[in-house]
């Protein structure tokens, strides 16, 4: 029988915000844990991926900090919940959201790869809850944008997966500065690696719920082993990616997922990539193209295996077989979330046989290993109803800015070069300008003319970033960078011999490159 949120003790007006949004009755880790963490207890909560942990240290939080209203104080939040990713952060905070403003409370989410200027903004007009990332917490620590001296709430999800990603030692500086005596609230599928020593550092009598044992989630789905070779693999990706439903493949690089994003796109089946090369708008670009049906496929290396919760993935495909079975798990939990049913597959060519049959093994599973070919009735029923393939349309090509342009003394071929682009910058007609090794040079030495204080980089004309055309692209060392050094060796005779002629008119040697090295002039 279910037990709904109000009978355990759950304010009533969170309660509404869960049943306008669907959510009627608790999950068990839900149910298990919220006497004790509505109470103040310290909790350590141990439940597989997907069974709604996020509500469970979510509501406790909410509910306590609306129950002693205080002034909000800039730089000084009042709960931080903690995360690996940047995904599984933005997922907690859609959660934590709606829940935190029924109670009048401001959040505000922190995590690395985009400016900090708005978290900063954010922390100074004052919050009350912080869902951050560890490593970019931590460098606001540093700097004084956040103080945690007044913190009375702290979450600490997935500890297991940052005990994978190293994030420990950070971990335990960030609660290091945290006051003693407050809440703490620990979310982990498994105590190892560190985990069971941050639970005996920092939670005080703690009351441990463990729901289902680490391995039941992936007993949960119906799991298949595709053996095929590799000739055909290809095409095997592509037709377990033609269903209606969504479905999630996992690759190991990131240059592979955005490869085999836009392969099935141009196949007709609109795919996304999510990997760590994509900027944080990217990401949520395709996130969000996921999750609205856009694109049917996720393809994605271990980053998306932890924290991306998107409704309605029926299948998650093993392209290439993870490393290691807690990979395996995480991966595979991206479907059969909250009770409903998934399906897993992975393609194992024969040579893999042996590592994936170890994978499942340490897995705890018993899987069979099925040879197919692309019209098996086990591959038709995985990929169920096939969806209308979708005409491919590339991205728009970006439009160079006109006002970029070079003006026509800047070319490559001008007389002057790199001198004569400068002379242009500083307002000198063009017939004034300059090679490098003539009348500047000079005036360098004389100290007639302030050029050369100007930093190098301003210095450089048109062809200073330009490559070289011809067969002999090595860069001329540092001392021999002269009237030429940057010049494409396929430039006119004329360009070389009047910088040369220049600085032998001053009285100076020539610091060009050597005559021999450019396959324009062969030699002497």
Same mark, same amino acid.
């Given at each position: 029988?279910?037990?709904?949120?109000?009978?355990?003790?759950?304010? +009533? #007006?969170?309660?509404?915000?869960?049943?306008?949004?669907?959510?009627?009755?608790?999950?068990?880790?839900?149910?298990?844990?919220?006497?004790?963490?509505?109470? @103040?207890?310290?909790?350590?909560?141990?439940?597989?991926?997907?069974?709604?942990?996020?509500?469970?240290?979510?509501?406790?939080?909410?509910?306590?900090?609306?129950?002693?209203?205080?002034?909000?104080?800039?730089?000084?939040?009042?709960?931080?919940?903690?995360?690996?990713?940047?995904?599984?952060?933005?997922? =907690?905070?859609?959660?934590?959201?709606?829940?935190?403003?029924?109670?009048?409370?401001?959040?505000?989410?922190?995590?690395?790869?985009?400016?900090?200027?708005?978290?900063?903004?954010?922390?100074? +007009?004052?919050?009350?809850?912080?869902?951050?990332?560890?490593?970019?917490?931590?460098?606001?620590?540093?700097?004084?944008?956040?103080?945690?001296?007044?913190?009375?709430?702290?979450?600490?999800?997935?500890?297991?997966?940052?005990?994978?990603?190293?994030?420990?030692?950070?971990?335990?500086? =960030?609660?290091?500065?945290?006051?003693?005596? =407050?809440?703490?609230?620990?979310?982990?599928?498994?105590?190892?690696?560190?985990?069971?020593?941050?639970?005996?550092?920092?939670?005080?009598? !703690?009351? =441990?719920?463990?729901?289902?044992?680490?391995?039941?989630?992936?007993?949960?789905?119906?799991?298949?082993?595709?053996?095929?070779?590799?000739?055909?693999?290809?095409?095997?990706?592509?037709?377990?990616?033609?269903?209606?439903?969504?479905?999630?493949?996992?690759?190991?690089?990131?240059?592979?997922?955005?490869?085999?994003?836009?392969?099935?796109?141009?196949?007709?089946?609109?795919?996304?990539?999510?990997?760590?090369?994509?900027?944080?708008?990217?990401?949520?670009?395709?996130?969000?193209?996921?999750?609205?049906?856009?694109?049917?496929?996720?393809?994605?290396?271990?980053?998306? *295996?932890?924290?991306?919760?998107? &409704?309605?993935?029926?299948?998650?495909?093993?392209? &290439?077989?993870?490393?290691?079975?807690?990979?395996?798990?995480?991966?595979?939990?991206?479907?059969?979330?909250?009770?409903?049913?998934?399906?897993?597959?992975?393609?194992?060519?024969?040579?893999?046989?042996? &590592?994936?049959?170890?994978?499942?093994?340490?897995?705890?599973?018993?899987?069979?290993?099925?040879?197919?070919?692309?019209?098996? !009735?086990?591959?038709?029923?995985?990929?169920?109803?096939?969806?209308?393939?979708? !005409? #491919?349309?590339?991205?728009?090509?970006?439009?160079?800015?006109?006002?970029?342009?070079?003006? *026509?003394?800047?070319?490559?071929?001008?007389?002057?070069?790199?001198?004569?682009?400068?002379?242009?910058?500083?307002?000198?007609?063009?017939?004034?300008?300059?090679?490098?090794? @003539?009348?500047?040079?000079?005036?360098?030495?004389?100290?007639?003319?302030?050029?050369? +204080?100007?930093?190098?980089? +301003?210095?450089?004309?048109?062809?200073?970033?330009?490559?070289?055309?011809?067969?002999?692209?090595?860069?001329?060392?540092?001392?021999?960078?002269?009237?030429?050094?940057?010049?494409?060796?396929?430039?006119?005779?004329?360009?070389?011999?009047?910088?040369?002629?220049?600085?032998?008119?001053?009285?100076?040697?020539?610091? @060009?490159?050597?005559?021999?090295?450019?396959?324009?002039?062969?030699?002497?």
């Amino acid at each position: 029988m279910s037990v709904t949120f109000s009978a355990l003790g759950v304010p +009533e #007006y969170l309660a509404k915000v869960l049943a306008d949004s669907g959510i009627e009755s608790a999950f068990p880790i839900q149910e298990a844990t919220l006497p004790s963490t509505l109470a @103040g207890g310290d909790v350590l909560g141990r439940g597989q991926t997907g069974s709604g942990k996020t509500l469970a240290f979510s509501l406790p939080l909410v509910a306590r900090l609306a129950d002693r209203p205080q002034r909000r104080k800039a730089r000084f939040p009042r709960a931080l919940i903690m995360a690996p990713t940047r995904e599984l952060a933005t997922q =907690i905070a859609k959660t934590v959201e709606p829940l935190a403003k029924a109670a009048g409370l401001r959040t505000t989410v922190i995590y690395g790869g985009v400016a900090q200027s708005r978290q900063e903004k954010a922390m100074n +007009e004052g919050v009350d809850i912080v869902i951050a990332c560890p490593g970019r917490l931590d460098d606001l620590i540093k700097q004084k944008i956040v103080d945690l001296s007044q913190l009375e709430i702290s979450v600490l999800d997935e500890a297991d997966h940052m005990a994978d990603m190293g994030f420990l030692p950070v971990v335990r500086r =960030i609660m290091d500065r945290m006051p003693t005596g =407050i809440q703490h609230m620990l979310f982990s599928a498994t105590l190892d690696n560190g985990v069971d020593k941050v639970v005996k550092r920092y939670l005080s009598h !703690p009351t =441990i719920h463990s729901v289902d044992a680490p391995e039941a989630a992936v007993n949960t789905m119906e799991h298949h082993v595709f053996v095929i070779g590799n000739d055909d693999k290809k095409d095997l990706i592509r037709v377990l990616a033609q269903g209606t439903a969504r479905r999630i493949m996992f690759m190991r690089t990131k240059h592979h997922a955005k490869k085999m994003a836009l392969t099935l796109s141009k196949a007709g089946i609109p795919a996304v990539d999510l990997h760590g090369n994509l900027s944080q708008n990217a990401r949520d670009r395709n996130l969000a193209a996921f999750a609205s049906g856009e694109a049917k496929v996720l393809v994605a290396t271990d980053v998306a *295996a932890r924290g991306v919760h998107v &409704d309605g993935v029926e299948l998650v495909v093993h392209i &290439d077989p993870p490393a290691e079975h807690k990979a395996y798990t995480h991966r595979s939990g991206r479907t059969a979330r909250a009770g409903s049913d998934g399906t897993v597959v992975t393609i194992c060519t024969p040579d893999q046989q042996g &590592d994936v049959a170890s994978l499942l093994k340490q897995a705890g599973l018993k899987v069979p290993f099925e040879k197919v070919s692309l019209d098996s !009735p086990v591959v038709a029923k995985v990929v169920g109803e096939v969806a209308e393939h979708v !005409p #491919y349309v590339a991205p728009a090509q970006q439009k160079r800015n006109p006002a970029k342009k070079k003006p *026509a003394g800047e070319s490559s071929n001008a007389r002057g070069g790199r001198g004569g682009g400068r002379n242009a910058r500083g307002g000198k007609p063009a017939g004034e300008a300059q090679g490098r090794g @003539g009348d500047r040079r000079r005036s360098d030495r004389s100290g007639a003319s302030n050029q050369s +204080e100007r930093p190098a980089r +301003e210095s450089r004309g048109a062809n200073a970033e330009r490559p070289s055309r011809g067969a002999y692209t090595e860069r001329p060392s540092r001392g021999a960078r002269g009237a030429n050094a940057d010049r494409p060796t396929n430039s006119s005779r004329s360009a070389r011999s009047g910088g040369r002629n220049a600085a032998g008119a001053a009285g100076g040697r020539s610091r @060009g490159p050597r005559r021999a090295s450019s396959p324009a002039t062969g030699g002497r």
